[in-house]
């Protein structure tokens, strides 16, 4: 079936470590987003990537890197310089301008 | 910068009813309007796409109607059930600059209805 596969469902970090969370789509799409989603704020974006091997920062980049080596894989790394790594991260794509489809999302947890 | 602003933030009502969700966005320069429904814990459902030159879109018993000039849109669901408590949001697409392709979400409308 098409549609965006993100894993793992759930994570726990320990401080000062990075994580990387992955996301696939089939759906042949050229966009892929990373937000976050915290209680109470919405959704904020992290990253957006246009078409492979390039990339935008978005509104909350700090903290975070991405790659998009493939058109169907957009794997986030959230590393040790983010200061409250703990959310819910949601992927996304879409035609650039279209309609924005989503993951089933990846909890963070840091210990 | 872009706001979205949802009300009301919560909304509870016995099923059968009528209801509207209202959202309001700061910048009218925006490509289009995007609703989204999000179970708890999980990802968000695409509901209705308005694209900025259309006035309203329907599905089923959801329609979506787009004010762009007055920076509004309002989403009516008619005859509720059960099955649509959850949480709506709304998005808006920016049209120029570094808006473009990028989403800005709402904070959502908690809605429950009650058998």
């Known amino acids: 079936d098409g549609g965006i596969t993100q894993s793992p469902k759930y994570l726990f970090r320990k401080e000062g470590q990075n994580v990387t969370l992955s996301c696939e789509q089939n759906?042949?799409?050229?966009?892929m987003y990373w937000y976050r989603q915290d209680p109470g704020q919405g959704l904020r974006l992290i990253y957006y990537?246009?078409?492979?091997?390039?990339?935008q920062k978005g509104d909350i980049a700090e903290g975070y890197s991405v790659s998009r080596e493939k058109k169907e894989s957009f794997p986030l790394t959230v590393t040790s310089a983010q200061k409250n790594p703990t959310a819910f991260y949601l992927c996304?794509?879409?035609?650039?301008?279209?309609?924005?489809?989503f993951g089933e999302g990846s909890r963070l947890t840091v210990l | 910068k872009q706001e979205v602003t949802q009300i009301p933030a919560a909304l509870s009502v016995p099923e059968g009813e009528n209801l509207v969700l209202n959202c309001s966005f700061t910048?009218?320069?925006?490509?289009?309007l995007q609703w989204f429904r999000q179970d708890p814990g999980k990802g968000l459902t695409s509901l209705l796409l308005?694209?900025?030159?259309?006035r309203e879109q329907t599905s089923g018993r959801l329609n979506a109607s787009l004010d762009k000039s007055s920076g509004r849109s309002t989403l009516y669901i008619a005859a509720s059930q059960p099955g649509d408590s959850a949480t709506y949001l709304c998005?808006?697409?920016?049209?120029?600059?570094?808006?473009?392709?990028?989403?800005?979400f709402g904070q959502g409308t908690i809605l429950t209805v009650h058998p």
């Open positions: 996304a794509s879409g035609k650039f301008t279209g309609e924005l489809f």
């Open positions: 759906l042949n799409h050229d966009a």
């Open positions: 990537s246009q078409i492979v091997n390039d990339f």
């Open positions: 910048d009218s320069a925006i490509y289009n």
């Open positions: 308005i694209q900025s030159s259309q």
């Open positions: 998005a808006v697409e920016g049209a120029g600059g570094t808006s473009y392709g990028k989403l800005t």
